[in-house]
T-cell receptor, first 109, second 112 residues
Framework: AQRVTQPEKLLSVFKGAPVELKCNYS??????LFWYVQYSRQRLQLLLR??SRESIKGFTADLNKGETSFHLKKPFAQEEDSAMYYC???????????FGKGTHLIIQP | KAGVTQTPRYLIKTRGQQVTLSCSPI?????VSWYQQTPGQGLQFLFE???????NKGNFPGRFSGRQFSNSRSEMNVSTLELGDSALYLC???????????FGSGTQLSVL
């Protein structure tokens, strides 16, 4: 069965410090990986997807198939990065997304 | 473009009742998927509809059902409500499966 694990429920870092939100997955095949974010009082929205290989709001994520990980990184955290972050995967086709339980990121001033 | 609209925003029901939730996708989107969000289980996939056809279903009992209309609007129905069905139900639309999902604000269902 496919599974997404985000080991940290809460992550608190100071503004300007590097951020890494961990995501590990279990899937027998080649999944597509995503990071979704939910800012306070806003809707859940896509942050980035691994096939796009892009940097959004300074965040990047590299798919490591050997370690089955898709960690989200940002070199210098900003206060507006405070939010809930969800890692998700899909096997493709009409499969729905399997989400991790989320990590609440708090950026302290 | 208007975003994904879910109605109602809040619902209170009692055990044994049934409930219908509605979702209007972004104009032009033909795929609508539903997710249940609870503090204990997180976000879980319910089902996905594309052009009025259910293409995939998550691991939920048959009490959870849905449909999609020709204008891509979707409804989900939960019959014989149980206390454990209390959750935030999120709808998401996209132009096709696995494309960027656009989420609604959700319907908060409380079963008493």
């Amino acid at each position: 069965a496919q599974r997404v694990t985000q080991p940290e429920k809460l992550l608190s870092v100071f503004k300007g410090a590097p951020v890494e939100l961990k995501c590990n997955y279990s899937y027998s095949g080649s999944p597509e990986l995503f990071w979704y974010v939910q800012y306070s009082r806003q809707r859940l929205q896509l942050l980035l997807r691994h096939i796009s290989r892009e940097s959004i709001k300074g965040f990047t994520a590299d798919l490591n198939k050997g370690e089955t990980s898709f960690h989200l990184k940002k070199p210098f955290a900003q206060e507006e990065d405070s939010a809930m972050y969800y890692c998700a995967l899909t096997g493709g086709g009409a499969d729905g997304l399997t989400f991790g339980k989320g990590t609440h990121l708090i950026i302290q001033p | 473009k208007a975003g994904v609209t879910q109605t109602p925003r809040y619902l209170i029901k009692t055990r044994g009742q049934q409930v219908t939730l509605s979702c209007s996708p972004i104009s032009g989107h033909r795929s609508v998927s539903w997710y249940q969000q609870t503090p204990g289980q997180g976000l879980q996939f319910l089902f996905e509809y594309f052009s009025e056809t259910q293409r995939n279903k998550g691991n939920f009992p048959g009490r959870f059902s849905g449909r999609q209309f020709s204008n891509s609007r979707s409804e989900m129905n939960v019959s014989t409500l149980e206390l454990g069905d209390s959750a935030l139900y999120l709808c998401a639309s996209s132009s096709d499966s696995n494309e960027k999902l656009f989420f609604g604000s959700g319907t908060q269902l409380s079963v008493l």
